[in-house]
T-cell receptor
């Protein structure tokens, strides 16, 4: 069964700092990685997705993907207290199955 | 825009009873629907996945006998938690995907149904 591992489990960064979150899949059939953010008491909302090797940037958020190692990372620069949330990494295959990791709890301290 | 509605938002049931929850995709034609459970510890588990023209596929540890799902079409899905016990507590999320290649279409989540068991 596919496993999606995220690290660290929790992360505290100062306001304005850089937050870096990691995610690795064990399934060679994975073709897309997704990053979702879930604020407390809310449903997950998609932040970014990536399927090509390399980097994708959207505003303060940058996602990297290394397809050979099935590793993706999410970097948030100039972190804000409103970025404090549970960040979920998910991997999808062409069967439509999306598997989530256990998440990283990010806390941005003012 | 594309939305996924879930009903009810919260529910409390007595141990050993059953409860039904519903999910509706609005504003797009769903091509796949997945039910997830997020435990109180925030761990995500895929319960089952339905895609166009294929049977509902349940994940390990989840069965049709315990979590029967029905949908006249993929834009409307309902799932029942039969004989709910404490370990069934959590947030039940429905995610639906729209038209396009199955893997690269984003999953829209509903707000979830929070199940508490007394």
């Amino acid at each position: 069964q596919q496993k999606v591992q995220q690290s660290p489990e929790s992360l505290i960064v100062p306001e304005g700092g850089m937050a870096s979150l990691n995610c690795t899949s064990s399934d060679r059939n994975v073709d897309y990685f997704w990053w979702y953010r879930q604020h407390s008491g809310k449903s997950p909302k998609m932040l970014m997705s990536i399927f090509s090797n390399g980097e994708k940037e959207e505003g303060r958020f940058t996602v990297h993907l290394n397809k050979a190692s099935l590793h993706t990372s999410l970097h948030i620069r100039d972190s804000q207290p409103s970025d404090s949330a549970l960040y979920l990494c998910a991997a999808s295959t062409n069967t439509g199955k999306l598997t989530f990791g256990d998440g990283t709890v990010l806390t941005v301290k003012p | 825009g594309a939305l996924v509605y879930q009903y009810p938002r919260r529910t409390i049931c007595k141990s050993g009873t059953s409860m039904r929850m519903e999910c509706q995709a609005v504003g797009f034609q769903a091509t796949s629907v997945a039910w997830y459970r997020q435990s109180p510890q925030k761990t995500f588990e895929l319960i089952a996945l339905s895609t166009v023209n294929s049977a509902i596929k349940y994940e390990q540890n989840f069965t049709q006998e315990k979590f029967p799902i029905s949908h006249p079409n993929l834009s409307f899905s309902s799932m029942t938690v039969l004989n709910a016990y404490l370990e069934d507590r959590g947030l039940y999320l429905c995610g639906a995907r729209g038209q396009g290649a199955i893997s690269n279409e984003r999953l829209f989540f509903g707000h979830g149904t929070k199940l508490s068991v007394l």
